[in-house]
């Protein structure tokens, strides 16, 4: 086998965006016909920036490749730029491009992926939801004033929804949506609403749920 032609798909995300405004999908085919599907999740630039990058990578590292040989297409895609630090967009288009490729040694294989890592282990894995708003984006700047990011009460309801449909942890955050400017040092104001929070959403889920605490970077690592 090898790798013969790679395929992206730039798919818009309707409102409310959860999970992101666009999912980048890439599929590589082999020369025989087998193919195999990866998702590439990078937010920092435009989805015609990051199509570019998936065929630059593609180009260099996986066309004409045999698929078996993900670990030698790992290496010199991380060590590209003679350097051993890429930056996380690669990574992010390396990590797409390897689940394609796993996807086709599987189906060459005729075995789940999970079979080729070692086999399952748990036939059932826990899962947390984030605290979204009920309204049409999950985007802090689209939010109005008084919403899950900044309203205790809000969150408390958006809990309980969450535990209510099956969830046993949840996570948000307690001092309000990050900025731009941040990290800093929490204020006495930051901490008042931290408490408030998790004392309004432990209230709404009692015992039933784990809160997970989230912060974005908002803090220096001493504040938090």
């Given at each position: 086998m090898r790798i013969d032609s790679c395929d992206t798909?730039?798919?818009g995300n309707p409102p409310p965006h959860k999970g992101g405004r666009y999912f980048h999908i890439v599929r590589l085919r082999t020369a025989c016909g087998i193919e195999g599907v990866g998702e590439v999740y990078a937010a920092t630039f435009a989805p015609a920036a990051i199509d570019k990058l998936i065929h630059d990578v593609f180009g260099r590292w996986v066309a004409g490749i045999d698929p078996t040989r993900i670990e030698t297409f790992w290496r010199r895609a991380?060590?590209?730029g003679y350097t051993q630090r890429p930056d996380p967009t690669l990574q992010a288009v390396m990590s797409g491009l390897e689940l394609a490729l796993w996807d086709i040694l599987g189906k060459?294989?005729?075995q789940p992926v999970h079979a080729l890592l070692g086999g399952r282990v748990h036939a059932r894995l826990?899962?947390?939801?984030?605290?979204y708003p009920p309204g049409d984006s999950v985007q802090p700047a689209d939010m109005p004033a008084r919403s899950v990011y900044s309203d205790p009460d809000m969150a408390a309801e958006a809990a309980a929804a969450a535990v209510a449909a099956g969830f046993t942890a949840v996570k948000f955050d307690p001092a309000g949506p990050y900025t731009a400017f941040d990290p800093h040092q929490p204020s006495l104001a930051d901490?008042?609403?931290?408490?408030a929070f998790c004392a309004a959403v432990r209230a709404a889920v009692g015992s039933r749920a784990d809160l997970l605490v989230g912060t974005h970077g908002q803090f220096t690592p001493s504040g938090a």
């Open positions: 798909f730039i798919v991380y060590s590209s060459a294989l005729d826990r899962s947390y939801t984030y605290l901490l008042d609403r931290t408490e």
